[in-house]
C-alpha cells in the first residue's frame, strides 16, 4: 500500500513540469490576446450622442454616416428592410387618427393597415392601395404632419409612389432616414475618421428608470445636440412648453446622472445661419425671458449657449463641457468637428 502511494505521488510529481509548461503558455496567449486588444482599444472611441426628440441629432448624424461607402447593390439588398421601417412609424401614426374626423373611407383603409402584421408587410400594392386613401383625406394628412413622426411620414408621402412603382431604386436618403424613422431607442454605428474609429452610440428615446445605463460602459465623450431654430416652436410632448427651453431641461438632467459625470461633454448648437435668418422675423426677446438685444444676432446666440452652460454648472460643476456652433450642418464641417473631437479624446485619455 505504502509503495503505491509512493508511486503515484511520484507520478504528480512528474506531471508537474508539463501543467506549468501548459498554464504559462495559456497564460502568454492571453497576455498577447490583452496587448492586442489593448492596442485596439486606443485606436478607437466611444461617443454618446444625445439630442431633443432626435431632431438635430438626427440630421447631424445622417450627415455623417455619407461618410460611410454605401455601394448601390448594398443599397438595393436593403429594400425590404427600409419599406418596413418607414412602416412601422406610419402605421403608429394611423392609429391614433381620430376616428370621428375622418371619413369612411379613410376609416377602412386605416382600419386594414392597422390589423396588418410584420408578415403582411409584403402585399406592397394592397398597402399602396389603402395609404393612398388616407394621405387624400384633409383631416388624417393633418393628424400625420402634426404627429411627432412627422418628418418621416412628409418624407415617406413625399416619395411613397416611387416605393411602391416596378422599377423602384433606393436612394442614400432613403436608407438613412428609414433607419432613424422606427427604433427601440438606441442605435449604433461606427465610422472612421483619420484612421480613428469611432463608436457612435445615439440614445433617440428619453432615458427613464436608468433603462439605457447600460449603453454608458466605457463612453469617452457625450455629444448633445440642440436646434438653434428651436427657439419660437411648442414641444411635441408638453402643451405651452418651448421647445428649446425643454431642451435646455433635458441637457441639465443629462448632466446631472451620477453614471456620466467623469465624462466630459461637448455641446453642438446646430443651424446658426437658419437661426440668424430667423431672428429677422422672429425676436428672441418674445419667446425667452431676460434677453433684451433683439437685432445683435451674436449675442442671441451667446444668450442661449449660456443658457446651456448654467443650467449644467447647477448639477454638475466640475465637469469638462466643450461647445461648437455648428454653421449649416455640411459634410465638411461635421467631419472636421469630429475630427477634432477625436483630438479631445486623445488627450483625456492620455491624462488618465
Known amino acids: 500500500m505504502g509503495n503505491k502511494g509512493t508511486t503515484q505521488n511520484s507520478k504528480e510529481v512528474r506531471l508537474t513540469p508539463k501543467i506549468s509548461k501548459l498554464k504559462r503558455r495559456r497564460s502568454e496567449k492571453i497576455d498577447k490576446m490583452l496587448i492586442k486588444d489593448r492596442i485596439q482599444r486606443s ?44 412602416l412601422g412609424p406610419i402605421i403608429s401614426t394611423i392609429r391614433s387618427l381620430d376616428p370621428e374626423s375622418i371619413n369612411e373611407n379613410t376609416k377602412k383603409s386605416s382600419n386594414y393597415l ?7 408587410l409584403t402585399n406592397y400594392s394592397k398597402i399602396y392601395k389603402n395609404l ?17 413622426h412627422r418628418n418621416v411620414i412628409k418624407y415617406f408621402f413625399n416619395n411613397y409612389e416611387r416605393y411602391f412603382s416596378e422599377e423602384f431604386e433606393l436612394t442614400l436618403d432613403d436608407v438613412l ?8 431607442g438606441v442605435e449604433k454605428f461606427n465610422i472612421k475618421i483619420d484612421g480613428i474609429k469611432l463608436n457612435i452610440i445615439n440614445v433617440t428615446k428619453p432615458i427613464m428608470n436608468g433603462k439605457w445605463l447600460n449603453v454608458f460602459d466605457n463612453v469617452n465623450l457625450i455629444i448633445y445636440c440642440a436646434s438653434l431654430t428651436d427657439y419660437n416652436r411648442q414641444s411635441m410632448q408638453i402643451r405651452n412648453k418651448n421647445r428649446l427651453v425643454e431642451t435646455i431641461e433635458t441637457f441639465r438632467s443629462i448632466c446631472g ?25 422672429n425676436k428672441l426677446s418674445k419667446f425667452l425671458k431676460g434677453f433684451r438685444s433683439d437685432g445683435d444676432n451674436k449675442r442671441a446666440l451667446g444668450f442661449i449657449k449660456k443658457k446651456f452652460l448654467t443650467e449644467a454648472k447647477k448639477v454638475s460643476t466640475d465637469r ?33
Do not use: M
Not at 177 to 184: L, P
Not at 325 to 334: A, G, K
Open 132 to 148: 393612398k386613401i388616407i394621405w387624400k383625406d384633409p383631416s388624417a394628412q393633418k393628424q400625420c404632419l402634426n404627429h411627432h
Open 257 to 281: 446622472l451620477e453614471c456620466l459625470k467623469t465624462i466630459p461633454i461637448t455641446l453642438f448648437l446646430g443651424q446658426k445661419q437658419s437661426f440668424y435668418r430667423k431672428l429677422e422675423k
Open 114 to 120: 392597422k390589423s396588418l402584421t410584420t408578415y403582411d
Open 320 to 352: 469638462k463641457i466643450f461647445d461648437f456652433i455648428i454653421e449649416d450642418n455640411s459634410l465638411d464641417e461635421i467631419s472636421d468637428l469630429f475630427r477634432i473631437i477625436s483630438n479631445l479624446i486623445k488627450q483625456e485619455v492620455k491624462r488618465k
Open 177 to 184: 432616414i428609414s433607419k432613424n424613422s422606427y427604433d427601440s
Open 43 to 86: 485606436k478607437e472611441f466611444s461617443i454618446l450622442v444625445f439630442g431633443n426628440e432626435n431632431i438635430s441629432s438626427g440630421v447631424l448624424l445622417n450627415t455623417l454616416k455619407r461618410t460611410k461607402k454605401y455601394s448601390q447593390s448594398k443599397i438595393e439588398q436593403l429594400k425590404p428592410k427600409v419599406i418596413t421601417n418607414f
